[in-house]
C-alpha cells in the first residue's frame, strides 16, 4: 500500500465504487441499501488503509514539527497539501494569463523543448473547446433528460463549477509551462514542467539515456520495474527517452508541489531525445 500512489489509489476507489453501483442496480432490491453503503465505504476504507500505511511518516514528521499549525500540517498526507498547493498556484497562474503578464525567465543554456513535435497544445485545444462549447450544449438539452427543475438547477450549478475549475487550471497551467523546455546547462539539466515538476539532475548523476518506444505500462512490465521507481515528466505526452539515475545520486525533484527523492527512473518527453543523449554521453 506504500507503494501505491494517492492517484492509482483513486483510481482503485473510484473503479471499486462504480463496480459496486453497477452491482446494485442488478442485484434483488432487499440487497441494494447494504451494497450501497458498501459502495459508499470502500473508498474511505482505501484512503485509511493508505494513510494508515503512511503513518510512521507522519509520526517521524511530528516529532520534528514546531508550532502547533505545523503538527496540524505534519499529520496530513503530503501529497494533500501538494495539491493545495498546486491548487493555489495553477489560479495565481490563471490570473497571470488573464493580465498578460510574461512567464518566469528559464535559466540561461540549451533549451530541450518538448511543446514544438507534441500534443499538449491539442489537449488544451480540446478542454477549452468542452468547456466553451460542449458544455453550454449539454446544459441545453438536459431538460429533455431530466423533468425536475432542482435537479437540473443542481446539475448545473456542478457543472460551472467544474467548467471554472477546469478553465482556471488550463490557463494556469499553460502559463506556468509558457515556452515549454527543460534546460542544459553548465553540466546540469533543469527539469521544469510549469508548476508540476521541477528541479535539477547533474549530469555526473545520470548513468544513461534510453529510448522508450512503447507504452509505459508496457515498458514497466518488460523491464520489471515497479512504478514507484518511476516519475514522469512530461506535460501531455507520453514518454520518449529515460533517465536512468545512478543509485544514491542524492537528486530531489519537486512534483506535484512535494520534494522527494528522484527514482531511479525519471521519463522524459522531449522533442528531440537525442540532444540530450548526446549530452550525457559526453558528460560521461
Known amino acids: ?73 505534519a499529520l496530513l498526507p503530503p501529497e494533500l497539501i501538494g495539491m493545495a498547493r498546486l491548487d493555489r498556484l495553477m489560479w495565481a497562474g490563471c490570473l497571470q494569463w488573464l493580465r498578460r503578464h510574461a512567464p518566469l525567465p528559464r535559466p540561461e543554456g540549451t533549451a530541450l523543448t518538448y511543446l514544438q513535435r507534441g500534443a ?18 449539454d446544459f441545453g438539452i438536459m431538460h429533455l433528460f431530466i423533468e425536475d427543475p432542482d435537479t437540473r438547477l443542481l446539475i448545473r450549478v456542478v457543472g460551472g463549477i467544474g ?8 490557463l494556469g497551467d499553460r502559463w506556468h509551462v509558457a515556452e515549454g523546455c527543460h534546460v542544459l546547462a553548465d553540466d546540469v539539466l533543469h527539469l521544469r514542467v510549469g508548476v508540476r515538476t521541477q528541479g535539477s ?60 527523492g528522484a527514482p531511479r527512473y525519471v521519463l522524459l518527453y522531449l522533442d528531440r531525445p537525442e540532444l540530450l543523449a548526446s549530452s550525457v554521453g559526453q558528460g560521461g
Not at 497544445?121 to 453550454?136: D, K, N, Q
Request: net charge positive; aromatic share 10%; hydrophobic share 50%.
Open 1 to 73: 500500500m506504500r507503494r501505491t500512489s494517492w492517484s492509482q489509489l483513486a483510481v482503485y476507489a473510484y473503479l471499486g465504487f462504480f463496480s459496486l453501483v453497477l452491482v446494485r442496480l442488478a442485484a434483488p432490491e432487499a440487497i441494494g441499501p447494504a451494497l450501497r453503503k458498501l459502495a459508499l465505504a470502500v473508498p474511505l476504507v482505501l484512503l485509511a488503509a493508505k494513510d494508515l500505511a503512511h503513518l510512521p511518516d507522519a509520526l517521524q514528521r511530528l516529532r520534528s514539527a514546531t508550532g502547533w499549525h505545523r503538527r496540524i500540517l
Open 163 to 170: 467548467a471554472l475549475y477546469t478553465l482556471a487550471w488550463v
Open 120 to 137: 499538449y497544445g491539442t489537449a488544451i485545444g480540446y478542454a477549452m473547446f468542452a468547456v466553451f462549447l460542449e458544455l453550454p450544449l
Open 201 to 260: 539532475i547533474p549530469l555526473s548523476a545520470i548513468e544513461r539515456v534510453d529510448a522508450v518506444t512503447e507504452t509505459l505500462d508496457r515498458w514497466r512490465r518488460r523491464h520489471g520495474i515497479h512504478a514507484a521507481d518511476t516519475i514522469t515528466v512530461t506535460p501531455f505526452d507520453k514518454p520518449n527517452c529515460v533517465l536512468v539515475i545512478k543509485p544514491e545520486a542524492g537528486v530531489t525533484l519537486l512534483h506535484w508541489q512535494v520534494r522527494r
